[in-house]
């Protein structure tokens, strides 16, 4: 069955600090992965997209890593500001030779707040 | 939000009656989808739709409808008989459903309320 789990949950961290949040998948074929992330009450926006190929993506102070061997895949944000509290949602595409339309897996997401 | 507004922002509906969210693009794309999302759970897909007047369930379509009559349109009807509809809905485009191409862009989001 085709799964993204993420982890954790929900995180605090105090504005500064550095974090780390994690994604695993069960999804197969792979095509690709995005994060997104999702301020309360608003649509998601994607920060970063990684294929099969790729290893590291950065976006500023997000840097995500993917290793399609563990199907593992992580988004670390360095020097946290109160702007990053938000969901980061990870999303999984899977390739779909015999469709036009590709199959995408969303997350539940890890609700980030950052205090001051 | 990356060309795509929805509307309302905040639904109030009593049980029984359908409603209709509205969802526009002007990013000129292909492809269009309208998601759920309850607390604590991942996006879940109800209709998506490729290209004008065309369009297919997800995983959770029973107790919605859908129309695809402009490329630029595509708008949910949250009918009486979906069981428990109070959620946020997303509605998403992309340039096309491959997903070489399938990065969405999401809009602000629809609250329904059902009382």
């Known amino acids: 069955k085709n799964q993204v789990e993420q982890s954790p949950q929900s995180l605090i961290i105090l504005e500064g600090k550095n974090c780390t949040l994690q994604c695993n998948y069960t999804v197969s074929p792979f095509s690709n992965l995005r994060w997104y992330k999702q301020d309360t009450g608003r649509g998601p926006v994607s920060l970063t997209i990684?294929?099969?190929?790729?290893n590291t993506k950065s976006n500023g102070r997000y840097t995500a890593t993917l290793d399609a061997d563990t199907k593992q895949s992580s988004l670390h944000i360095t020097a946290s500001q109160l702007s990053d509290s938000a969901s980061y949602i990870c999303?999984?595409?899977?390739?779909?030779?015999?469709?036009?339309?590709?199959?995408?897996?969303f997350g539940s997401g890890t609700r980030l707040s950052i205090r001051p | 939000d990356g060309g795509i507004t929805q509307s309302p922002k905040y639904l109030f509906r009593k049980e029984g009656q359908n409603v209709t969210l509205s969802c526009e693009q002007n990013?000129?794309?292909?492809?269009m989808y309208w998601y759920r999302q309850d607390p604590g759970q991942g996006l879940r897909l109800i209709y998506y739709s490729q290209i004008v007047n065309d369009f297919q369930k997800g995983d959770i379509a029973e107790g919605y409808s859908v129309s695809r009559e402009k490329k630029e349109s595509f708008p949910l009807t949250v009918t009486s008989a979906q069981k428990n509809p109070t959620a946020f809905y997303l509605c998403?485009?992309?340039?096309?459903?491959?997903?070489?191409?399938?990065?969405?862009?999401f809009g602000p989001g629809t609250r329904l309320t059902v009382l």
């Open positions: 990684m294929t099969f190929s790729e």
């Open positions: 990013l000129n794309h292909d492809a």
């Open positions: 999303v999984v595409s899977v390739f779909q030779a015999y469709s036009s339309a590709s199959k995408i897996i």
């Open positions: 998403a485009s992309s340039v096309s459903g491959r997903a070489v191409y399938n990065e969405q862009f």
